[in-house]
């Protein structure tokens, strides 16, 4: 048995988080969410693994068309992941359980119309189709009003105020019906984030998840540092294991989830918990449909081959599977690289190198990184 925080109850399709209700297990479909069979195939295999709670990213009114087709052909618990057209939400909440928002997006339509009637739309929409919502904040695209006068780049006060922000607005509302996730690719970051929004709002129920923890086995093991210490606190009541993987096997997503709840609830967790942050950090994002190249997975692994022999430096290089977040997503990074359809962006402790091709790129990444482990 694991003691959780006595969290609000949110209902999403036929299942309840929090109030301790099972910590739910949820996964991303990764495919071109127009891909119709692709996705489907994915959805099916998640739902088949356990999903209990299955999201799909929606960017523009094909995706979301392409949405209302999958839900006719599955009864899988969906949530639609807004990009940064909110209003489709519109189109799409008739049709899933749960719509994810994240408050740095907003700001990218309607400019000049404030964030906080984009969320009342959002909530009265959420109301009217029986959905619950995420409040999804993440630390390579925070909301821009909360990075001013903000001088250490590695703090988490710009996510925790963000959500906290939002929370109290949506409760002002009268929409209780949500959710609240805070990732960061550095576990680290993320304990410390889930703690302090946690102390503010304990009664707030929680998505855990480590994002862009990179390829099995290294992503699942930032995972679970994270998540160890957080549920063993009593914090969190859905969570994610976000790795690459490639589409057949993304259902290894949920397997993942799972063990690290049964060894948590089964005291099989680490007492004293080691961050090597001596050595090589590679991270990369879990993709979704966003991804313009499937060769994003390919490269990710080959850069974890092509870069074995630096493992014993600090440096760290991140892998992004597309132009839209790929290049806020590294900017922590000692060397990034985010993909296009025909070219992927190299960028070097923040200055951008340039556009190379898929069979180019490994061969510039090695020099770049042969001449960080000789200034270090
Ligand atoms: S970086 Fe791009 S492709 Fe990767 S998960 Fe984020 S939005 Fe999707």
Redesign the pocket.
Known sequence: MIQRNQTREVKIGNIFIGNNHPIAVQS?C?TPTTDIPATLKQLNSLEKAGADIIRI?VDNKRDAQALIKLRAESDAVLSVDL?ENYRLAETLAPYVDKIRYNPGHLYHHEKKKPWKDKVQFLADIAEKHNCAMRVGVNA?SVDPAKLIDQNDPHSITPMVESALEHSDWLDTLGFTRYCVSLKDSDPKKVIRAYQEYARMRPDIPLHLGV??AGMPPEGIEKTRIAFEQLIGKGIGDTIRV?LTLPYDDKHQEISAGRQILKDIADGRVKTVVHFDEKKLNLIS???????ENES?IELAQQVKERTRYAKEHAITIAV???????PG?TDDADLGL??GPNYVNLKKQGEKVGAFRYNEILDVLDVQLKSLIEIS
Do not use: I, K, L
Not at 285 to 291: A, I, Q
Not at 320 to 326: D, E, Q, T
């Open positions: 991303m990764a990213a990009q390579g994002t862009e976000s994002c879990p993709s979704c449909s966003r991804v994003f992004m599977g597309c132009r839209v977040n790929g997503e985010w993909c």
